[in-house]
């Protein structure tokens, strides 16, 4: 068995690469310090209770969820576990399949995450959107649509 040819990066591409790698990481550790900080959440807990809001009736299934948070499913149970200990989640068995289950925003949960938004909102800005121009901002909303599209490897089960 043959194995394809290794394209190296240009000096250009790995310059480029060591960057965005740099602005993630700096990015992501400012938003999550100031989550942390502020209202005493990962940034991931954070996602998790976003991704519930914007639910029809607050509620998705793990398995959707786990898509759409980027979360592995045993990452996510052991969140929405922490979630549940605060009184901001809840799970309940799927309606549609009794092996699956579905994570529920709590009216708790939605107070806090109302709570924590400001702040992460703000700090949104100051580390991200107030740095760049409204044209940048539209080439990063594409540029970031291309990446996750093309590194998507996950299928959807459509089952909890």
């Known amino acids: 068995m ?7 990066l240009s000096a250009d591409e790995q310059q480029a690469w060591r960057a965005l790698l740099t602005a993630c990481q700096t990015l992501f550790g400012a938003i999550d310090a100031q989550l942390q ?4 959440l990962p940034h991931g807990y954070y996602e998790i209770l ?6 029809p009736g607050r509620a998705l299934r793990m398995s ?3 898509e759409a948070s980027t979360f592995s499913k045993s990452r996510l149970s052991h969140a929405v576990a922490r ?4 009184g901001w989640v809840r799970r309940t068995s799927c ?6 289950q579905v ?12 709570a924590a938004a400001p702040g992460h909102v703000t700090q949104v800005r100051r580390s991200l959107i107030d740095q760049l121009s409204p044209e940048q901002v539209r080439q990063l909303g594409e540029i970031s649509a291309l990446i996750a599209a093309g590194g998507d490897q996950g299928e959807s089960s459509g089952g909890c």
């Open 2 to 8: 043959t194995t394809p040819q290794t394209r190296w």
């Open 37 to 40: 900080r502020d209202a005493g």
């Open 50 to 55: 976003v991704r519930l809001s914007e639910s």
């Open 64 to 66: 959707q969820l786990a």
């Open 83 to 86: 979630l549940e200990e605060r």
């Open 95 to 100: 309606p549609t399949d009794r092996r699956g």
């Open 103 to 114: 994570a529920e925003l709590t009216d708790q949960g939605f107070s806090a995450l109302a």
